[in-house]
Nanobody, 123 residues
């Protein structure tokens, strides 16, 4: 079992920044990949970014490339999502997820999920 706890969401103005955190526990994560997804009301869950724990290799969704950055602090077993230049369409509940080995952009391929953290972007 892997337990994931997100934090860092909140209200931010258009053009502002937030840093989301995902604290992982329960297993050694060296063989896992971590992903960030988001879901807005009435929309499907969307892949935002992913990172492979062992290598640090990353993958981003097209809508956030160049604005969001995913990173890992191995000592803290924490994954971060730095979200810059936020737009109204970035507003959603952001979820952290994990799966074995490789990053996937498909939510159905992740085994463990956090409870989500709300990001609201005001104009």
């Amino acid at each position: 079992q892997v337990q994931l706890v997100e934090s860092g969401g909140g209200l931010v103005q258009v053009g502002g920044s937030l840093r989301l955190s995902c604290a992982a526990s329960g297993r050694a994560l060296i063989n896992y990949a971590m992903g960030w997804f988001r879901q807005a009301p009435g929309k499907e869950r969307e892949f935002v970014a992913g990172i492979k724990y062992s290598s640090g290799s990353t993958l981003y969704g097209d809508s956030v490339k160049g604005r969001f950055t995913i990173s890992i602090d191995n000592a803290k077993n924490t994954v971060y999502l730095q979200a810059n230049s936020l737009k109204p369409e970035d507003a959603a509940v952001y979820y952290c997820a994990s799966r074995r080995f490789y990053v996937s952009s498909r939510a159905t391929e992740y085994d463990y999920w956090g409870q989500g953290t709300q990001v609201t972007v005001s104009s």
